[in-house]
């Protein structure tokens, strides 16, 4: 079965009250939707409030292993390292324990303010799987990159160089999420016809080295008025979304927009 996902990134946001309302309210709308069984619906908080999220999920239980709530916890990093003297980091075995199911890795954010690069990016795909998480791994290029012309240049090299380090398996096992810089955040997304055009290059690469079953997802300003456009496009298996995952009102309909798009 194919899989779909809606994550909401919620990044350096959210207080806990907030975070548990926020939750909440995806909670129960949630429950009171069909969801088609192939649709994942992901939330991403910041850490410390990942463990309060996930026993509020579990009407207050504590996880034990993976939770096998209606709504998936995932994380919005990983370190590369299973563990270490890493002063201030968080391993995958750690983020699996508390029960997430997914993790965001190689954000343009973390790219951008950390360093990250593709090599280290591809051993943080390597360290998720081994802790039994799924991660999100997230590529995109610059509007100077794309006014040049080199969007599938770009693109292509950051899934080649991931696929070298990580290997086919683990990408198998991974989500894709194509987010063009220029698109985070700005209000400003990438039209269906760009995104469709960029994830069939990415099937295709992904295709070409084994790893047929990779979910790949769009982000950069995904909203509830684009996401059926967006799902409208036959590469594109859902979205990781950022600002409009910060009200349930707003994830929920886009949530509505993978349920007509892919009912069983
Ligand atoms: P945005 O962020 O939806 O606010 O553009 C997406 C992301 O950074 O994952």
């Not at 398996?169 to 269906?192: D, F, K, Q």
């Not at 590469?235 to 990781?240: K, M, N, Q, S």
Request: glycine share 10%; hydrophobic share 45%; proline share 3%.
């Amino acid at each position: 079965m194919k899989q779909h996902i809606v994550a909401g990134n919620w990044k350096m946001h959210t207080n806990k009250s907030e975070a548990s309302d926020l939750v909440m309210g995806i909670h129960d709308g949630v429950e009171s939707r069909a969801l088609p069984k192939s649709l994942d619906i992901v939330v991403c908080p910041p850490f410390v409030w990942i463990e309060h999220i996930i026993s509020s999920l579990n009407g207050g239980v504590a996880s034990q292993g993976a939770s096998s709530s209606l709504i998936a916890c995932g994380a919005q990093d990983c370190h590369h390292e299973l563990k270490g003297a890493y002063t201030g980091d968080i391993s995958a075995p750690m983020i699996a324990d508390l029960g997430c199911r997914y993790v965001i890795v190689g954000h343009s954010e973390r790219r951008q303010y950390h360093g990250e690069t593709n090599e280290r990016i591809a051993h943080k795909v390597v360290a998720a799987c081994e802790a039994g998480l799924r991660p999100i791994v997230c590529v995109g290029e610059t509007a100077e990159e794309r006014a040049a012309g080199r969007t599938a240049d770009v693109v292509g090299r950051q899934i080649d160089a991931i696929l070298a380090g990580a290997g086919s398996a683990a990408m198998n096992e991974s989500v894709v999420a194509y987010e063009p810089l220029w698109a985070i955040g700005t209000g400003v997304a990438a039209s269906p016809e760009q995104a469709q055009e960029v994830h069939a290059m990415i099937r295709t690469r992904l295709n070409q080295h084994g790893a047929p079953a990779t979910a790949l997802l769009y982000g950069g300003s995904v909203n509830a008025s684009n996401a059926a456009s967006f799902f409208a496009c036959p590469d594109v298996d859902g979205a990781l979304v950022g600002g409009a995952s910060l009200a349930a009102d707003t994830f929920l309909s886009i949530i509505d927009a993978a349920c007509a798009a892919w009912s069983e």
